[in-house]
């Protein structure tokens, strides 16, 4: 079969853009962001880690206000050798694997320990850290797909191929993931990974995240975590106004806790990581019903989310150390520039983490999948005025 000369060109310009095989996806805008919108929403995105960017959605004052982390230049992203999976997809299996090992069937798996003796997103090939092919756009939707290799993680067996479609309605951001591991049972666990600050740093008395509210209806319970925010396989139930309760009462903060002892190091590292990191339970939840809302009086913006998955990981920031500058479309000149520590919240719908060497909490089936089946998730988040 022969190509004409135009046809190669575009294939190469596509795999360079990271575009893959579809000729018929446009190339990104000049400023190499893919973008989707609605009338109450815009959302922008680049093929490296499959991640938002940009999350533009109206204040209280009906302005635009970009709620999500992240940097101007797009090109930065593969660059920083720190960025924390900023608003991107974690893969093939999010979170810890403890101790870097776990079973299918009779044969233990080696992963690589990344993160002290555990494995972090899947070790250092983890997907929120590769570039994705686009293979669907229209201007309210935009696909992303992966395939990956057998082994290309260390420990993780089977030919996987996924895909995840953002798409938004209204003032709905909505995600959809599927996975189908093609030739071998392999464990998948996904997440999409966002950072909010609701008041995009802008708030001049506090760039901290603590003065947000965030109700977890249907979240009593946790999972208890060691010092190195690997769950311990107990199940905790929060009582009401102790720390990591935020089912009690709709109008909780994230730092309404903050006085009390044990909130420097709720989150381990042996008292150094103030805040949160870990897992919470949804349990009870209708169908559709909003399981988790983050809010802000200062920019009057309200985020909801409604999920299939069993759960969250609430991680508030703590290892942001200031270092990273804020996009041009956050902060205040001057005043708030930077992320600095405990400054957004990361709210990421997920399975148990770990769940695959924990039998007792029963979710390996939802978390080891062979070929023939097809791995799915779905979120949103539908954002409004408090
Ligand atoms: C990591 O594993 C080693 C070897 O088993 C052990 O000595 C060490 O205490 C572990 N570290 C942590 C933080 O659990
Ligand atoms: C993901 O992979 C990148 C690139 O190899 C690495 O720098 C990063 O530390 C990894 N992420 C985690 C959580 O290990
Ligand atoms: C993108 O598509 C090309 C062509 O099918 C393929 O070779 C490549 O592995 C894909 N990239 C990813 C990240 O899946
Ligand atoms: C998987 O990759 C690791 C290196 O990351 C290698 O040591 C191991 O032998 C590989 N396993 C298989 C089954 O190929």
Redesign the pocket.
Same mark, same amino acid.
């Given at each position: 079969m022969k190509f004409s000369l135009p046809l190669l060109v575009a294939v190469a310009e596509a795999?360079v853009m $990271?575009r $893959? %095989?579809g000729c018929d996806v446009p190339p990104p805008d000049k400023d190499g962001r893919y973008t989707i919108s609605a009338p109450g929403i815009k959302a922008q995105f680049i %093929?490296y880690g499959a991640t938002l960017t940009n999350l533009f959605v109206k204040d209280k004052n009906g302005k635009d206000v970009d709620v999500v982390l992240g940097y101007d230049d797009v090109e930065y992203y593969p660059k920083d050798p720190g960025h924390p999976v900023y608003n991107a997809i974690p893969g093939r299996y999010a979170n810890r694997i403890g101790n870097g090992h776990y079973t299918i069937d009779g044969v233990t798996y080696e992963t690589e320990q990344n993160d002290g003796n555990n494995t972090l997103h899947s070790g250092t090939n983890n997907w929120s850290y590769?570039?994705?092919?686009v293979?669907a756009f229209s201007p309210d939707s935009i696909t992303f797909?992966?395939?990956?290799?057998s082994n290309s993680s260390k420990g993780m067996p089977g030919r996987v191929?996924s895909s995840v479609t953002y798409s938004v309605k209204g003032s709905t951001w909505k995600i959809q993931m599927t996975a189908k591991s093609l030739d071998q049972k392999t464990p998948l666990l996904l997440t999409q990974h966002t950072y909010f600050n609701l008041d995009a740093y802008r708030n001049p008395s506090t760039s901290k995240i603590w003065d947000h509210t965030l109700h977890l209806p249907y979240s009593k319970r946790y999972l208890e975590a060691d010092q190195g925010a690997l769950p311990t396989g107990k199940i905790l139930t929060a009582a009401p106004n102790s720390i990591n309760d935020f089912a009690s009462a709709s109008d909780l903060t994230v730092g309404h806790a903050r006085d009390q002892p044990g909130f420097e190091g709720n989150c381990g590292a042996d008292g150094a990581c103030e805040g949160y990191n870990g897992y919470w339970l949804i349990e009870g939840a209708p169908k559709d019903a909003v399981v988790v809302t983050l809010a802000s009086k200062f920019s009057g913006v309200k985020a909801e989310l409604r999920t299939d998955q069993p759960g969250v990981v609430l991680y508030s920031c703590n290892w942001m150390d200031g270092s990273a500058d804020l996009k041009s479309t956050q902060g205040i000149e001057g005043v708030n520039d930077k992320v600095i520590r405990s400054s957004c919240i990361a709210i990421e719908a997920q399975d148990y983490p770990d769940g695959i060497n924990h039998p007792e909490w029963k979710r390996t089936e939802a978390q080891i999948w062979g070929p023939g089946q097809t791995y799915k998730w779905e979120s949103s988040w539908t954002f409004g005025l408090v």
């Open positions: 795999a $990271g $893959g %095989p %093929p590769r570039f994705w092919n293979t797909s992966i395939l990956d290799a191929e």
